[in-house]
């Protein structure tokens, strides 16, 4: 029983009919479409893509963008992860039951509104880091089937005057995040845990919305992000082990 509600809740094959009618449709699928191309692209070609972080098969690269002085290095990183399908790891990006225990710079997690099955709004409130003020987030955050054995999440910024920004103590900070995933297996096999291998494109470009010093932001940002995709990837590799695989 536990397996058929896991399963009904994955992410759809197709966009949810509710979506396209929604007033955010058309920001929210141009922003995705143009997430989840750049999350597929190598960083080899492009200039200014260093290397700040390897473990494994995971990578993590940035580029150094400071505008009026505040820092906003994009972050790209790939990791391969064996015995979970993209499908499996967007499901539990996506979903908000499983936030709390992968998120570890959450301090509370609001579901601001369900557009559809595929679409939701958070207002989120992060781990303040002295001597910085808090940050908060108001994003949408759309999952999607893109290409054959590819799903996506991309996460964007919005705004809803139920939530305005820098009303309380928090500074609201602006994010764009693309958790692309695709899965392979060896052709003419049908997929299982044991030959499944699914690659994974992570970009974040998170502007911090006011004054925080360069130093202490990167050196948050060189902790916590190899730390969010070791941590993320182990959970679902965990979480899946004795449940059937979903494609
Ligand atoms: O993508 C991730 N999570 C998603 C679901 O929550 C979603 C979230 C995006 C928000 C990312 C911004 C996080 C800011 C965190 C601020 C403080 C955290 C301190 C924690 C210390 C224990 O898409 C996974 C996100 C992984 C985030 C890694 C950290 C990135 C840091 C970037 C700099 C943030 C600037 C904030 C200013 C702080 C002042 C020094």
Redesign the pocket.
């Known amino acids: 029983a536990v397996h058929t509600r896991d399963q009904i809740e994955l992410p759809p094959p197709a966009i949810d009919n509710r979506l396209t009618v929604h007033p955010l449709w058309p920001e929210i699928d141009r922003i995705s479409t143009e997430q989840i191309q750049a999350a597929f692209e190598g960083v080899g070609g492009e200039i200014g893509w260093q290397l700040f972080a390897e473990e494994g098969d995971m990578r993590m690269y940035r580029r150094e963008v400071e505008v009026d002085g505040m820092?906003m290095?994009p972050?790209k990183a790939m990791h391969k992860v064996r015995g979970v399908s993209a499908r499996e790891m967007c499901h539990y990006?996506f979903n908000p039951r499983y936030?709390y225990e992968w998120?570890?710079?959450?301090e509370q997690?609001t579901i601001v509104e369900e557009i559809s099955s595929d679409a939701l709004v958070?207002h989120?409130t992060?781990?303040?880091?002295w001597?910085?003020?808090?940050?908060d987030?108001l994003?949408w955050?759309h999952v999607r089937a893109s290409s054959e054995n590819t799903f996506a999440?991309t996460?964007h910024s919005t705004t809803n005057t139920e939530y305005p920004a820098n009303s309380s103590a928090c500074?609201r900070?602006f994010?764009t995040?693309c958790?692309a995933c695709r899965s392979t297996y060896p052709a003419g096999e049908q997929p299982t845990r044991d030959n499944i291998t699914t690659s994974i494109a992570?970009c974040?470009t998170?502007?911090?919305?006011?004054w925080?010093?360069a130093g202490?932001?990167r050196a948050?940002?060189k902790?916590?992000?190899p730390?969010?995709?070791k941590r993320?990837t182990g959970y679902v590799v965990d979480q899946c082990k004795d449940k059937p695989l979903a494609i």
């Open positions: 820092v290095d972050l990006f936030r998120e570890t710079t959450l997690m958070f989120q992060f781990k303040r880091i001597p910085a003020s808090q940050r987030a994003f955050s999440v996460n500074i900070l994010v995040v958790l992570y974040s998170v502007n911090p919305g006011g925080a010093p202490v932001l948050v940002y902790r916590e992000y730390k969010f995709l993320f």
